[in-house]
């Protein structure tokens, strides 16, 4: 059962700001909870679930170690940010310390430039971890990764990709001057056919509204572009990050 | 200004049941208003729009013959699907006749079985545009067309691709028996290289819980494949149907 006071609190971790003055986000829905205590990384402070859970997820939640908490669906939706939630919620710890980035000559990372919807900033991580790209740098206007929306639309998916903030320039500058930064535009190099044919680098994303902001502009080696063959004036930025990645990932396996 | 009686009938339009009674739908915000007064194949029954609308776009309003009514942004918004509304919103007449879709040697028609998410379908038709495939036919259990969101989602692309709704197994049967029909799974062929290269036919999708139904698997002459190199499970619906459009439209053009 739910106490008022624990719902309380795992309703105040709705907010961006709780969950940063207490370094805890939540994780909610069976498949994604199963997935958080299978992974060994991430420390996870408590778990409220449904008996019907408890009994799937036994030999798991058991190795975790966690506090568990049993509760109804009930109660479970009127905490959770989900529509209806009959399966688990765990509140985990932000990982003290941010990852440490490494780019080497075939590896790829995602840099994205003010990406602030949450729902496709989940979409792109879950993206990433298909296309095996496991770094996502993200500008200090990016969504916060550990909003609820972002971590439901990962599927799963953050836990794999190492997500850093910093001001992109700052991060440019720590990269060595023969890395290739491809830049997405409408007016690019088409991605079907890339001469010479990139291995690894950084590949920048700007807002959809605004694209790729001037001051990092300047430090794209390569403008890259999606061929369109229709009318629609541009794609998604989660369905442009896709096919970009997959053109890349083709490209770089040829 | 807006009266009463007006806003329940623009509210009474969030509701399937009577767009179907009553056969209109809506269509929000500036930019896709704009784009459907330009288009000349659509009837446009009445337009709701703010004094800067007007002002802005006062040409295609003219030329179109709309019935007009001026009104606030706040009560735009209080009629309007979206969080807000400063803009316009029209009510549009659906199309007494369904499009008849036509299939040659070098054209594709997307297939969704089963697409309920409105957000969704109206990705597929975005991609859909972008890439030129002008035609989309649902299965009767994919969302609305003229759902709000569909429509918003498509962000103008419901104005250029025709969309049909049918029990697929019949529209299979109108097929002629050398139709390439490439279902979408986890363990097809490569999209990447298909040998030989298909020129055209039916891109077939099934709903991300279930995938393609048995009765429609028989159906497929080709089972294709978006490659993983990482952990992720599975791609949205949106997404895999960008990648599998952009290889099939790079792969034709070789």
């Known amino acids: 059962m739910l106490s008022k006071n624990q719902a309380k609190n795992l309703r105040a971790l709705h907010r961006k700001k709780t969950r940063r003055e207490q370094g805890l986000f939540l994780v909610e829905g069976e498949k994604v909870v199963a997935e958080l205590l299978a992974a060994s990384d991430w420390q996870v402070q408590s778990l409220y679930a449904t008996a019907a859970f408890i009994n799937a997820y036994k030999g798991l939640i058991k190795q975790s170690g966690v506090t568990l908490v049993e509760c109804s669906a009930e109660e479970l939706t009127s905490v959770s940010t989900l529509v209806s939630n009959s399966a688990a919620l765990a509140v985990v710890a932000m990982p003290r310390q941010a990852p440490d980035l490494h780019l080497d000559s075939n590896t790829w990372i995602l840099a994205l430039d003010g990406i602030n919807d949450p729902g496709n900033l989940g979409s792109v991580l879950r993206i990433a971890d298909w296309y095996g790209i496991q770094q996502v740098m993200c500008s200090p206007t990016t969504a916060e990764v550990y909003n609820p929306k972002v971590i439901t639309a990962s599927k799963g998916s953050f836990l794999r990709v190492a997500v850093v903030y910093q001001p992109l320039p700052d991060f440019f500058a720590t ?55 229709g009318a629609a004036e541009s794609l998604n930025v989660g369905i442009a990050a896709a096919v970009i990645c997959d053109n890349l990932k083709r490209l770089s396996s040829l």
């Open 175 to 229: 990269l060595s001057a023969n890395t290739a930064v491809l830049g997405a535009y409408l007016d690019g190099e088409s991605i079907h056919n890339l001469q010479p044919n990139p291995q690894g680098g950084v590949i920048l994303l700007g807002s959809e509204a605004q694209g790729i902001s001037a001051e990092l502009a300047a430090l794209v080696t390569r403008k890259i572009t999606i061929p369109a063959f």
